[in-house]
């Protein structure tokens, strides 16, 4: 390992820790919300990372911190427990809840995409990173924050369980379509199928769309 691909990697574990933080923390939120005090009462409505690495530490902190340290970004994962008899009886808030946390990355990317853009536009962050008063680091963290809360919007929209998607899709149909639908998707082997395509297919779709990104950010 050498010194700049550490130092990427821990970029990308904080704001790795930010993002998911704070999508989780969406998801308690608005359960609790909707009803379900089950993550509110587990500690989860809350932009405290440490409630959401007890809960998840591989996830949340050995996973990324490997992947941070040996490829320079991070792979990982956390999770927001809930009453599943409570998303029975109220599917539409259960959606809701699933839909607040890509929400909550949406939001952070909409941020410091201003953010970025209202910088870059004043002159107070060049486009030559070198050249800003925030520093190098600094516009790479923000950079980096960006793109990752693109890649999480995305991602946890497609429509396959365990992803957000799965439950976010019944918003848009009946209650009783909806719960058949979630049934089968939930199905094991399905579930297992649509995942591993989804990530198949959502690595050849991001790459153009985050380049577009950081057209966006630079034009």
Known sequence: MIPDQILDGMLWYAAFVISVTTHEAAHAWAALRGG???????????????PHMKREPFGMVILPLLSALSQGWCVGWASTPYDP???????KRAAWMAAAGPGANLLIA???????????????????PELSPFGALGGQF?????????????????????????????LFVS??????????LRQPAFAILGLLAAWYLFGKVIHPVLGMVIDWVSA
Not at 164 to 170: F, P, S
């Open 36 to 50: 379900d005090r089950t993550a509110y009462l587990a500690g989860q409505v809350s932009l405290n990372p440490v």
């Open 85 to 91: 008899a409570w998303e029975r009886r109220y599917p």
């Open 110 to 128: 909409v941020i410091v995409f201003v953010i970025l853009k209202g910088a870059i536009s004043i002159g107070f962050l060049p486009v030559d």
């Open 142 to 170: 923000l950079m980096i924050v960006l793109l990752l809360n693109v890649i999480l919007f995305l991602f946890n929209l497609i429509p396959f369980p365990p992803l957000d998607g799965a439950t976010v899709m019944m």
């Open 175 to 184: 209650e009783d379509v909806g719960l058949k639908i979630r049934a089968m």
